[in-house]
């Protein structure tokens, strides 16, 4: 089970950190990802973390102002979000299903992860 968390309204350039809490499975055995999914548009992959946190791919959208991290002593994976823009209003999922870490090419696919949380409604507005 994975349980995302953290979501709010925030102003333009503001941050929020989400959580993405799991149970149920051996968590440091498998990757983490995030995607989100904004009003009328397809779910879209935001970035993903190794099982071990050595290895991490974001979008294009996204880096520089995002950093995903995860603690294995807590089951816990953060998704740190920095100077947000209304483009960042979305509902924010996570997601596993690799063991390690995906194929390079297949990140960003949404049939790379088998198994989703609920999603925690990201909302950046003045």
């Known amino acids: 089970q994975l349980q995302a968390s953290g979501g709010g309204l925030v102003q333009p350039g503001g941050s929020l950190r989400l959580s993405c809490a799991a149970s149920g499975f051996t968590f440091d055995d498998y990757a983490i990802s995030w995607f989100r999914q904004a009003p009328g548009k397809e779910r879209e992959a935001v970035t993903c973390?190794?099982?071990?946190?050595?290895?991490?791919k974001y979008a294009d959208s996204v880096k520089g102002r995002f950093t995903i991290s995860r603690d294995n002593s807590k089951n816990t994976v953060y998704l740190q979000m920095n100077s947000l823009k209304p483009e960042d209003t979305a509902v924010y999922y996570c997601?596993?299903?690799?063991?390690?870490?995906?194929?390079?090419?297949?990140?960003?696919?949404?049939?790379?992860?088998?198994?989703w949380g609920q999603g925690t409604l990201v909302t950046v507005s003045s």
């Open positions: 997601a596993t299903g690799p063991l390690g870490r995906p194929i390079l090419s297949s990140w960003a696919r949404r049939e790379t992860w088998s198994y």
């Open positions: 973390i190794s099982s071990g946190g050595g290895w991490k």
